[in-house]
């Protein structure tokens, strides 16, 4: 009998701490490794090889997927994204864009969830 382990997307993305991390490289990183598991399962030998990974890598970034919300499920040694990879990857933690404390003054003004949190980050900063 196959044995299958199921991890469910966490509540909420992790931390913004644990997220903030993320360079331009692991963001690609990471895009792929989501669309490989969306297209079917692979092995975490053929997963880590063709995003460049070693074992140690690879499970840096699938703790860092499932922190972030995304759910990814073993079965027979295969992992597989759980769910819709469009909904996954709107969860990937993103890399700082570098922008400057007008443009972040500029796009808290807005009314969505985003633009408060930037407006929350601005009074956490004392700005």
């Known amino acids: 009998m ?4 199921r991890t469910r997307p966490a509540a909420a993305p992790a931390p913004a701490d644990e997220r903030s991390g993320v360079t331009p490289d692991r963001f690609a990183r990471l895009y792929r490794l989501l669309n490989l598991m969306a297209e079917k399962p692979l092995g975490r030998d053929a997963l880590a090889r063709k995003v460049g990974l070693d074992v140690r890598g690879f499970y840096r ?7 972030s919300g995304i759910g990814v499920n073993l079965t027979q040694g295969r992992y597989r994204l759980d769910g819709d990879v469009d909904t996954a990857v709107a969860l990937l933690p993103f ?12 796009l808290a003004k ?13 009074g956490r900063s004392g700005v």
């Open 95 to 106: 890399p700082d864009p570098l922008l400057t404390l007008g443009e972040v003054r500029l």
């Open 2 to 5: 196959a044995t299958t382990r």
């Open 61 to 67: 970034d699938l703790g860092l997927l499932r922190a």
């Open 110 to 122: 807005g009314k969505t969830v985003a633009h408060r949190k930037l407006r929350e980050h601005l």
